[in-house]
């Protein structure tokens, strides 16, 4: 059986009229996952893409999976970081 995390790419905190970014997710932080998990999925979506580091030699080999969730419509203020926070829910749905 396959273990697996739903990583978010990024550490946000939520203001009244939009978000900051303190960081992205670290390699080391990558390094971590990968070691100990079978499955390393880190959502993605149509609003603000945040790229994780080595990203593309990650989804290469197999190792990381970046599912897109897209949203409709206008996002503002606090609403794209609720976006953005809910998709490690989203993809959860998806994959249960």
Known sequence: MDRGVIAAPCIIRALDQGFIMERVIT???LRFYILYWDKIVIPDNNL???EVPKE???LA???ISRPIVNYQ???QGDQSANAILSCQGVVA???V
Do not use: F
Request: aromatic share 6%; with cysteine.
């Open 61 to 63: 080999c197999g190792a």
């Open 27 to 29: 390699i080391e932080e």
């Open 73 to 75: 419509g206008s996002y």
């Open 56 to 58: 593309n030699e990650l």
């Open 93 to 95: 749905k998806e994959l």
């Open 48 to 50: 603000i893409s945040i």
